[in-house]
């Protein structure tokens, strides 16, 4: 399926100049894109890595992200966990609760039998450490700012256009990949070309995002403190301090969110762990729309979503990122064990699409079913919920079970992508 040229677009089309073939087109180098393509830097393939926003601006996005252990696995198999590390905040504490009900849930490094229970980035570092690693990679090739306007597969191969973003000269190219590779965020225009729908809901939740700086070292702990009006995280940064994603009604989150510093602190304060100690001042606030969302296919011909344009979840738990490092784990793997005349070959993306597809849905049902659990105030859903807490806190088995699933360790995990490809 394509999409119809711009007339400013089609005019340019004659001179179009034709971009060297490549096996792997990844469009999109958000921290998904960028990892994939740090994960066949050293694979032989001839990688394009397409992306339509200039980077310093994308590095300037205000977001920060928990990274579970599953992920650090990964990072660790590309080799680029070494590099990443300087600018991690690794935690060792994870305290679950339930609004003022005093019983807590308290996870700790030895139920998973790891250093850290996770650890927090935020994404400026890693989309600036991955692309600081991409530079060195001879066989990485990057576009940007362009844009893919069409995708149409001919025989063994995509036809991708693309137009530049450069508004001064406007230019238009073809390239040629065995594999184009969607990373391009939720609204993927690509997934829409390519007639792959979405399947999902928007919630009636916005979550406000700010940074806070505390005026003394705390405990190095993430907090996920679940109110009725929605969950709220909390995560340690560098620097005294914390980044929070406080999950309230659509109205009031956008309300909140326009309050001034103080305003806003006064606001904050009471749904915060005394433990955090003195704000002294708050980030720019932002604010985005909570969603489930899963595309019905994770392929099509010579072509795969992966990440944000794949699924989306509600941000409780904080899964969002990691889903999508996972989908390029297993990609990676894929890849690399396919025959290169096979990649992009229908057979082998669609089972990649089956042990994504259902891996993802388990994730998304679960961080669904914690926001309906736990922003409610039925009374018998409430007793309920604390009666979980309580045996979460009571059998250690249990307690050990939940936090490999929202770690990501429970699922089986893909072997090393990191080998080299003869070619």
């Not at 958000?30 to 830097?41: E, H, N």
């Not at 899964?319 to 894929?334: C, E, H, M």
């Not at 009666?387 to 090393?416: D, E, I, Q, Y």
């Amino acid at each position: 399926m394509t999409s119809a040229f711009a007339p400013s677009e089609q005019s340019l089309v004659a001179s179009a100049q034709e971009l060297p073939a490549v096996d792997v087109a990844i469009v999109g180098a958000g921290i998904v894109g960028l990892s994939l393509a740090c994960a066949l830097r050293n694979s032989g393939l001839a990688i394009a890595l397409i992306e339509a926003t200039p980077y310093r601006r994308e590095n300037t996005r205000g977001q920060a992200y928990a990274l579970h252990q599953g992920s650090r696995y990964f990072f660790e198999g590309i080799g680029v966990w070494d590099k990443l590390m300087p600018h991690v905040q690794p935690f060792e504490v994870v305290q679950l609760s339930d609004a003022d009900c005093p019983l807590m849930v308290d996870f700790y490094p030895q139920d998973l039998g790891t250093a850290a229970v996770g650890y927090v980035a935020e994404h400026a570092a890693i989309a600036e450490t991955l692309q600081g690693i991409l530079e060195s990679a001879s066989n990485v090739t990057l576009y940007c700012p362009w844009r893919v306007v069409t995708n149409e597969v001919q025989g063994d191969r995509a036809q991708l256009t693309l137009v530049s973003g450069d508004p001064t000269e406007a230019k238009v190219a073809h390239l040629a990949a065995r594999l184009v590779v969607a990373a391009d965020g939720g609204k993927s225009p690509l997934r829409q070309q390519m007639g792959i729908e979405p399947k999902g809901w928007k919630y009636p939740q916005s979550c406000v995002v700010a940074t806070l700086d505390v005026a003394h070292p705390q405990p190095v702990m993430a907090y996920e403190r679940f109110w009725p009006t929605g969950p709220m995280g909390v995560l340690p940064l560098p620097e005294n301090r914390y980044r929070v994603v406080w999950t309230l009604p659509h109205p009031e989150a956008e309300a909140v969110a326009a309050l001034d510093d103080r305003a806003f602190l006064a606001k904050l304060q009471p749904y915060l762990d005394p433990q955090m100690g003195e704000i002294t001042a708050v980030s720019d606030r932002f604010v985005f729309p909570a969603q489930f969302m899963q595309v019905n296919s994770y392929a099509a011909d010579r072509f795969v979503v992966i990440g944000d344009a794949a699924h989306r979840c509600h941000p409780v738990g904080g899964q969002g990122l990691n889903l999508g490092l996972r989908d390029v784990w297993n990609l990676a793997q894929q890849i690399l064990a396919t025959p290169l005349e096979e990649i992009g070959d229908r057979h082998h993306l669609m089972q990649f699409h089956r042990q994504r597809w259902w891996q993802n849905l388990l994730t998304l049902a679960f961080t669904d079913f914690l926001n309906r659990l736990f922003s409610n105030t039925w009374w018998p859903l409430v007793a309920g919920r604390r009666c979980g807490l309580w045996l979460l806190r009571t059998v250690s088995p249990l307690k050990r079970l939940v936090l490999r699933f929202m770690a990501g360790l429970l699922l089986p995990l893909p072997t090393n992508c990191q080998f080299p490809r003869r070619r």
